[in-house]
């Protein structure tokens, strides 16, 4: 899929906002970015992945009519590169159906932070700033952007 396949699907994805209800425990149990490539042997394909799912969950939970254009430009280039690299990761791997897949995985991914948002907001009435595995994910994933950066 090129990429601007990939940018008409993301921003469908991103007008719909999925918003299904993931469990309490599954959310509050996310393990940060760092964990999972450190302890639990994820690879590169998986930090593509999530932190594509990450900024994209930024962009939904805030909305881009609160943000300044550059930063939505951004974050948007941002998400393409990730998932140019993860689709080039499973092509290396022979997989089919990668597109469909690989959007699906992001849009979860971002659903499962958007759910752990709206979670910590309604205990302390801070979405980001007081959670551990936010603020550990976005130091890593600012690491993974630069890796595939042009």
Do not use: H
């Amino acid at each position: 899929m090129k990429t601007s396949s990939v940018r008409a699907a993301l921003a469908t994805a991103s007008a719909v906002l999925f918003t299904t209800s993931a469990t309490v425990a599954a959310v509050s149990d996310l393990a940060s970015l760092r964990t999972e490539l450190d302890e639990n042997g994820k690879g590169e394909e998986f930090a593509m992945i999530r932190c594509a799912g990450f900024y994209l969950s930024v962009l939904n939970y805030t909305g881009v009519d609160k943000l300044s254009e550059d930063t939505v430009s951004q974050s948007k280039m941002t998400i393409e590169q990730l998932l140019d690299r993860a689709r080039e990761l499973r092509e290396t791997a022979d997989q089919t159906g990668t597109d469909d897949k690989l959007i699906q995985a992001v849009l979860e991914v971002s659903n499962t932070y958007i759910s752990r948002y709206q979670m910590n907001f309604e205990a302390d009435g801070n979405a980001f700033s007081t959670d551990p595995v936010w603020n550990s994910d976005s130091d890593t994933c600012s690491i993974v952007r630069m890796s595939v950066m042009p």
